[in-house]
């Protein structure tokens, strides 16, 4: 599940999202800090997601990953 993930592109799409939030608020743009907000949302409840359905599949004896 873990194995084929990008960590630099998750990692590059998080900043992406705070530099959008903090050039937003210091700006006092609110559509870019909005997108920035929803963007750190989505990334954040996508690992989320990831990690609750791993350990879902480890309680259920399904995950092939050994940790």
């Not at 990692?11 to 920035?36: D, E, I, Q, S, Y």
């Not at 750190?40 to 791993?54: C, H, Q, R």
Request: net charge positive; aromatic share 14%.
């Amino acid at each position: 599940m873990f194995a084929n993930v990008r960590w630099e592109v998750v990692l590059a799409l998080l900043l992406t999202c705070m530099v959008m939030m903090a050039v937003g608020l210091v700006m006092w743009v609110w559509p870019v800090w909005l997108m920035g907000l929803l963007g750190l949302v989505f990334i954040v409840g996508d690992i989320a997601w990831a990690i609750l359905s791993f350990a879902q599949a480890k309680r259920a004896g399904e995950s092939q990953l050994k940790f």
